[in-house]
Each structure stands twice: as C-alpha cells, then as structure tokens.
C-alpha cells in the first residue's frame, strides 16, 4: 500500500461560493465558519459567499481560504480518510498545521489574518509585483534574475516549467524581458498585491514572528514538510521559525512533491477551494493518483473512487 498526501491550496485559489455546499451539508463544516466567525469577529461565511471585493483583499482573503479548507477537511474526515503526510502551498501551510493538529483553528484563523495585512502593508502599493515564467529552466530563470538591476526573485517553484518570480516593478519587467528573450513559452504577470516570498515582505516577517510567538505550537503524529527546505519538519520547536522565513523566501512545491513521492506516496489529495495544486502535482508525474476534493460533487466522485481502489 502506498501513502497519501493531503495537499491544501494558497491564495489566489479563492472564488464566490467555495465551501457553501460542504457547510450545507455537514454540521461540523458549518461550525468551522461559525469559529471563524467568532474569531474575526466578522461573519467570514457571508464574505464567501457574497462579497467578491472583500473575499479578494489580501486579510480577508487569507483566513477565508484557511476556513473554507479546514471546513472542507471536516466533511473528508468524517468518512475516514486520514493522511499519512501533509503540505500546504504557501498559505495553504497554515491549513497543512491544523489538519495535523499542529496548530489550533482559531488561533490560525486570527494569525493569517494579520499574516495577509502584514503582507499588504509591507509594500506600498505599485512598487511590486509577481509573473509566472513558463517554459524555462529554474537555473536560467535564477541566472536572470540575478543579472537584472533593483530585487527580483524567484518565488516559487511549482512545477516543471512554471517558476514565479517576485520583485521591484522596474526590475520585474526587465527580467521579464530578459526572460522572453532566453526562450520563455510565456511570461505572465499575475495580478498581485506585491512581491510574496521575497526579502521585500521583511517587515512582514518580522511583525508575524511576534505573532507566532503567542500562539501554541503541538509535535504532531502526522509529518509534514515545509515549504522553505522542502522537507520533513522533525523538531516542531522550529515551525514558527519555518512559517516566518517562509514569508521572504521561496516556495519549493516542485521539490515537495518529489521528496512525497520518493517517500512512497501514490496518492495526493488536494482539499479546498480549485484545482490549482492538482495540476501541479500532474506535470511532476501524471502517474499518480491525484484527488480534488472542494465542493459535493468532487467529494463523492473522491469516495467513490478511493473506496473502488481501496
């Protein structure tokens, strides 16, 4: 038997709606937005599901993902699937920590959203930015980053053949560029609201490692891996740590992934909101089984497959 992965998405995999038909349908789902709720102190259901300017600012966005995640995580726990590791794409960390009950819910919830305002506020408006290059090598990418004038970086690596860099406008679009003239299949600039996983979100980093201070970290029995060296996490005294540096530093999703399948897991799970980390694991190797669970219909196509192989 091989070993199964619960993967969880990060920002940008938000829509309207996400997680309405789990909360409908399982009480335990339903409460998960009513703690979140309660934690904000904002009714974080009714943004989901009504209020799409909101929903997509960086301080709302971040906690309603995480809620609407371990929402759907309660629906997938009631009928009995367990992970073996977990690992969450940026954000997605955060819902990784409470799915192995490394972190507490409410505790997280509150913490991500200081964790996206930090973020915001850490550069002004128009001074930063993010574009996903497809089609060139992370060695070629990282060449021509350091060749540009001013901060630019890579920022992820979430699969063979897409890197996203981050960085200074002035030296993004010149690397850009470059990066065009090196070959790139396409060179996409992404509408962000600044440079994530750079030395840019500094201020970020270390106003979120005062938070981080006052929350309750546990070992858990479930491993997970970081996404700032792209392996297992075996002293959790270092998790805050990880979860700080991981703001200014590079997101190694390719490498998780791998260092997962080196380690014999055949199945990955993605639960939340889109199909972003489904695909991602497809271009590392289409092989395995690879699960989507974010609404009703995907979560019993998921049984129903899991229970006719299993």
């Known amino acids: 038997m091989g070993k199964t992965a619960f993967l969880f998405p990060g920002q940008g995999a938000q829509y309207?709606?996400?997680?309405?038909?789990?909360?409908?349908?399982?009480?335990?789902?339903?409460?998960?937005?009513?703690?979140?709720?309660?934690?904000?102190?904002?009714?974080?259901?009714?943004?989901?599901?009504?209020?799409?300017?909101?929903?997509?600012?960086?301080?709302y966005t971040q906690p309603a993902i995480l809620t609407t995640t371990i929402a759907i995580l309660e629906a997938?726990?009631?009928?009995?699937?367990?992970?073996?590791?977990?690992?969450?794409?940026?954000?997605?960390?955060?819902?990784?920590?409470?799915?192995?009950?490394?972190l507490d819910f409410r505790e997280a919830v509150s913490l991500v959203r200081k964790r996206g305002k930090y973020m915001e506020e850490a550069v002004p408006d128009g001074k930063g930015s993010m574009a996903a290059v497809l089609g060139l090598e992370p060695r070629k990418v990282e060449e021509i980053c350091d060749s540009v004038d001013?901060?630019?970086?890579?920022?992820?690596?979430?699969?063979?053949?897409?890197?996203?860099?981050?960085?200074?406008?002035?030296?993004?679009?010149?690397?850009?560029?470059?990066?065009?003239?090196?070959?790139?299949?396409?060179?996409?600039?992404?509408k962000v609201s600044g440079p994530f996983h750079t030395p840019m979100l500094n201020s970020a980093a270390e106003k979120l490692m005062k938070e981080l201070d006052k929350v309750n970290v546990k070992k858990s029995k479930i491993p997970y891996i970081t996404n700032v060296t792209a392996d297992y996490v075996d002293n959790?005294?270092?998790?805050k740590s990880y979860l700080t540096k991981q703001v200014i530093s590079p997101v190694r999703w390719e490498e998780t992934i791998?260092?997962?399948?080196?380690?014999?897991?055949?199945?990955?799970?993605?639960?939340?909101?889109?199909?972003?980390?489904?695909?991602?694991?497809?271009?590392?190797?289409?092989?395995?089984?690879?699960?989507?669970?974010?609404?009703?219909?995907?979560?019993?196509?998921?049984?129903?497959?899991?229970?006719?192989?299993?």
């Open 16 to 59: 309207l709606g996400m997680g309405k038909e789990i909360a409908n349908n399982y009480k335990s789902s339903k409460e998960i937005f009513q703690i979140a709720s309660e934690a904000l102190e904002l009714d974080i259901e009714e943004i989901c599901n009504e209020k799409e300017d909101v929903l997509n600012k960086t301080e």
């Open 150 to 190: 001013g901060m630019v970086k890579p920022a992820n690596y979430n699969c063979p053949g897409q890197i996203v860099i981050a960085g200074e406008v002035e030296a993004l679009d010149t690397a850009c560029e470059k990066l065009e003239e090196a070959g790139a299949r396409r060179v996409i600039k992404l």
């Open 76 to 102: 997938v726990k009631e009928h009995g699937l367990e992970a073996d590791v977990v690992a969450g794409l940026s954000l997605g960390e955060y819902s990784a920590l409470v799915a192995n009950e490394t």
């Open 258 to 310: 791998n260092k997962m399948i080196d380690d014999g897991v055949d199945t990955f799970v993605e639960i939340g909101p889109g199909k972003t980390l489904s695909s991602f694991v497809k271009k590392v190797d289409k092989s395995k089984r690879i699960i989507n669970i974010q609404d009703m219909k995907s979560l019993d196509k998921a049984l129903k497959l899991i229970n006719k192989v299993d």
């Open 236 to 239: 959790y005294d270092d998790v």
